[in-house]
């Protein structure tokens, strides 16, 4: 099964930025579509960005233009990097595949935006 480590969260305040690292125990990226999930407190999981193929990308609306999705699939690794950070995206950020059936989701790792 594969493993998904998520990595690069932070405390920053508005307007920062940062970059999240989602590694895989084997290449995933190539083949499969794949994103970047996040849930704020109380609030149901949703999916930020995504990768098809490595060419489709897609953002949901309240991201555009200031994250990024991206890969490297030498290192098994997947990226978002977030600009122009505000406090409505504080979440905690988590990596998978697009549908069912999904990989063991990993521990995410928190992102927290002070204003």
């Known amino acids: 099964q594969v493993q998904l480590v998520e990595s690069g969260g932070g405390l920053v305040q508005a307007g920062g930025s940062l970059r999240l690292s989602c590694v895989a125990s084997?290449?995933?990226?190539?083949?499969?579509?794949i994103g970047w999930y996040r849930q704020a407190p109380g609030k149901q999981l949703e999916l930020v960005a995504s990768?098809?193929?490595?060419?489709?990308?897609n953002y949901t609306d309240s991201v555009k233009g200031r994250f990024t999705i991206s890969r490297d699939n030498a290192k098994n690794t997947m990226y978002l990097q977030m600009n122009g950070l505000n406090p409505e995206d504080t979440a905690v950020y988590y990596c998978?595949?697009?549908?069912?059936?999904?990989?063991?989701w990993g521990q995410g790792t928190q992102v927290t935006v002070s204003s």
């Open positions: 084997r290449n995933i990226f190539r083949a499969n579509a």
């Open positions: 998978n595949t697009l549908w069912s059936p999904y990989y063991n």
């Open positions: 990768m098809h193929s490595g060419v489709y990308l």
